[in-house]
């Protein structure tokens, strides 16, 4: 099966910088998508960012200017480039991939990592 791991999380100062990975590995014959989410305690878990395989991506528009997803698909990981953090950027990040896990690549499923914390302090 298909298995997530990120890395990259940790305690920043206001206005620092901090980039967090995902690799997928396991049975994946093709991705369609990989996207990173966010969620506070209590809060509703909220896209932060995402890129297909055509190479397009999209930001929520809290984020816009500030933070840059990229993937390396010779090694099926999403990164997310994150500058002039904020307090207000304090969550749990998630991974999240879209791909198929063998051809023929008629049904695709939804694939998420453990969760990375991140912590922006004022």
Do not use: H
């Amino acid at each position: 099966q298909v298995q997530l791991v990120e890395s990259g999380g940790g305690l920043v100062q206001a206005g620092g910088s901090l980039r967090l990975s995902c690799a997928a590995s396991g049975s994946i014959f093709s991705i369609t998508a990989m996207r990173w989410y966010r969620q506070a305690p209590g809060k509703q878990r909220e896209l932060v960012a995402a890129i297909t395989s055509g190479g397009s991506s999209v930001y929520a528009d809290s984020v816009k200017g500030r933070f840059t997803i990229s993937r390396d698909n010779a090694k099926n990981t999403v990164y997310l480039q994150m500058n002039s953090l904020k307090p207000e950027d304090t969550d749990v990040y998630y991974c999240n991939v879209e791909a198929c896990p063998e051809r023929p690549c008629d049904n695709r499923y939804d694939y998420w990592g453990q969760g990375t914390q991140v912590t922006v302090s004022s």
